[in-house]
């Protein structure tokens, strides 16, 4: 299974930008970089995915650096809601079949007033 | 839209007894995943259904588990001779369109104590 790094921890105060990194050196050509969170007593929740290009959504931004070894999730306002933990995960193509999501531990945000 | 719903939320049980879960995926959503999450852990791919085919399964399963999807909707997961390490949290996904760009929906999950 392809394997993502990511700190264990980070802090943030509320209303600043949070950048969550994610190394994953291994990642082929065509595996699609997926990250999802979980809040306290749920089930995860779809961030944001991506495969080359910068993207955005309503919720995040996710940065892929050029030679895909690492990405970046921008969480542009991090408000007391974004505390969670936040899965950075590849999704591995075996020759035009998709992995499954396979979670590692993820980044715990935690966020101050 | 009521999302992925999962009964019970919470069960225990004496080790050695059967357990059953059900989870209610979104309406029309063709694939369903089973996962399971212990504490501090990120959640561990158990196995998952297109419509009612079981496709895959972790070779991690042991025999004890069983998931059906009898008529491509709700799904059922079955864990019997329970174990104290079985104890943890059955999450269950839900998602439609391609594997590419599928996004999973998760329900809340049930919490299994096994004493």
């Known amino acids: 299974d392809a394997k993502t790094t990511q700190p264990n921890s980070m802090e943030s105060n509320e209303e600043e930008p949070v950048h969550l990194p994610c190394n994953h050196s291994t990642i082929s050509g065509t595996d699609y970089i997926h990250w999802y969170r979980q809040l306290p007593s749920q089930g995860p929740e779809y961030v944001i995915h991506g495969l080359t290009s910068n993207v955005n959504n309503r919720m995040a931004s996710l940065a892929i650096a050029e030679d895909r070894k690492s990405s970046t999730l921008i969480l542009h306002r991090a408000t007391l809601r974004d505390a969670a933990v936040y899965y950075c995960i590849l999704r591995v193509n075996y020759g035009g079949s998709q992995g499954n999501l396979i979670f590692g531990k993820g980044t715990k945000l935690s966020v101050k007033p | 839209d009521t999302g992925v719903s999962q009964d019970p939320r919470h069960k225990i049980t004496k080790r050695g007894q059967n357990v059953t879960f059900r989870c209610d995926p979104i309406?029309?959503?063709?694939?369903l995943y089973w996962y399971r999450q212990t504490l501090g852990q990120g959640p561990e791919f158990l196995t998952y259904f297109q419509n009612e085919a079981q496709l895959e399964k972790s070779r991690l399963l042991s025999d004890r588990f069983s998931a059906e999807r009898p008529k491509g909707s709700f799904s059922t997961l079955e864990i019997q001779r329970t174990e104290q390490g079985d104890s943890a949290m059955y999450l269950c996904?839900?998602?439609?369109?391609?594997?590419?760009?599928?996004?999973?929906?998760f329900g809340s999950g049930t919490q299994l104590s096994v004493l």
């Open positions: 309406s029309e959503h063709n694939r």
């Open positions: 996904a839900s998602s439609l369109g391609d594997r590419v760009n599928e996004k999973l929906f």
